[in-house]
């Protein structure tokens, strides 16, 4: 198969994939219940009958948690469509040169989402403990773009970026599984369906990585980085509906 027939029916894929990932998340948006957390705030208070610094909280909002996971799908959406429409000539291109930036644009804002509904499910409602939690899996999916652009200087393969990113990566889940044994150890787990996204979506966003690690070393088929790209937008597409079936069952679901 040629390059030019290969480039043709990824961009028809990318098509496809946005048409999933809307409908997916019309279909959470239309079919989820009110259900919402609250985002919070930390600060000192004075304690005037002690004359001393105490910690205070403050409910800044709430949000229904439907737009939350409706929200990593349609960026997920607009990216494919954008790939396969207005950008796809720039993305053929790149493909060519055995990069994809869109890709980790994309990554930088989806999974960072998906990941702070991750945080929140598990208990984590204070803004600035999200911002953390959605700056490090931005920088971690930013890093896969540095990785990218700085190997096509290098002749041999530099995996600095990567390890970098895999650092940075790790951080949100260790936070979250310090929330885990708390609660556990408080005698308040979290409910089951809250376990089951931990462990799957952890594998998940590992298979990302394992991705790379299988496109830079050309192993099989990832010897074609096209077959590496393909791989990516599957995983994707798994990752995301994953996670937002499992929301929308286990606390979405009209009543």
Same mark, same amino acid.
């Given at each position: 198969?040629?390059?030019?027939?290969? !480039?043709?029916?990824?961009?028809?894929?990318? *098509? @496809?994939?946005?048409?999933?990932? +809307?409908?997916?998340?019309? +279909?959470? *948006?239309?079919?989820?219940?009110?259900?919402?957390? =609250?985002?919070?705030?930390?600060?000192?208070?004075?304690?005037?009958?002690?004359?001393?610094?105490?910690?205070?909280?403050?409910?800044?909002?709430? &949000?229904?948690?439907? /737009?939350?996971?409706?929200?990593?799908? $349609?960026? %997920?959406?607009? +990216?494919?469509?954008?790939?396969?429409?207005?950008?796809?000539?720039?993305?053929?291109?790149? !493909?060519?040169?055995?990069?994809?930036?869109?890709?980790? $644009?994309?990554? %930088?804002?989806?999974?960072?989402?998906?990941?702070?509904?991750? +945080?929140?499910?598990? #208990?984590?409602?204070?803004?600035?403990?999200?911002?953390?939690?959605?700056?490090?899996?931005?920088?971690?999916?930013?890093?896969?773009?540095?990785?990218?652009?700085?190997?096509?200087?290098?002749?041999?393969?530099? /995996? !600095?970026?990567?390890?970098?990113?895999?650092?940075?990566?790790?951080?949100?889940?260790?936070?979250? #599984?310090?929330?885990? /044994?708390?609660?556990?150890?408080?005698? %308040?787990?979290? =409910?089951?369906?809250?376990?089951?996204? $931990?462990?799957?979506?952890?594998?998940?966003?590992?298979?990302?990585?394992?991705?790379?690690?299988?496109?830079?070393?050309?192993?099989?088929?990832? @010897?074609?980085?096209?077959?590496?790209?393909?791989?990516?937008? &599957?995983?994707?597409?798994?990752?995301?509906?994953?996670?937002? /079936?499992?929301?929308?069952?286990?606390?979405?679901? =009209?009543?």
């Amino acid at each position: 198969m040629t390059k030019s027939i290969k !480039l043709s029916k990824l961009r028809k894929f990318n *098509l @496809k994939m946005a048409a999933l990932h +809307a409908v997916q998340g019309a +279909a959470v *948006l239309i079919l989820a219940n009110n259900f919402s957390l =609250p985002i919070t705030t930390n600060y000192l208070s004075f304690d005037k009958a002690t004359e001393k610094l105490t910690s205070a909280q403050q409910n800044l909002f709430t &949000i229904r948690f439907a /737009w939350l996971i409706a929200a990593f799908l $349609f960026v %997920s959406a607009i +990216a494919h469509l954008t790939i396969a429409t207005v950008y796809n000539k720039n993305y053929n291109s790149n !493909l060519e040169k055995g990069l994809n930036k869109a890709r980790w $644009f994309e990554y %930088s804002i989806s999974a960072s989402i998906m990941m702070v509904a991750i +945080a929140m499910l598990s #208990g984590i409602y204070d803004i600035s403990s999200l911002l953390m939690i959605f700056g490090l899996v931005a920088i971690m999916n930013l890093m896969g773009l540095v990785m990218e652009v700085h190997n096509q200087i290098t002749t041999k393969t530099s /995996w !600095l970026s990567y390890y970098i990113g895999c650092l940075a990566g790790i951080i949100p889940w260790v936070a979250i #599984g310090i929330y885990f /044994w708390a609660g556990v150890n408080n005698g %308040s787990a979290p =409910p089951t369906f809250v376990y089951g996204i $931990f462990f799957t979506l952890f594998l998940m966003f590992n298979s990302f990585a394992i991705n790379m690690i299988l496109q830079y070393k050309k192993v099989g088929k990832w @010897k074609d980085y096209l077959y590496g790209e393909r791989v990516y937008i &599957i995983l994707s597409l798994v990752a995301k509906s994953l996670l937002a /079936w499992q929301v929308f069952g286990g606390t979405l679901r =009209p009543n």
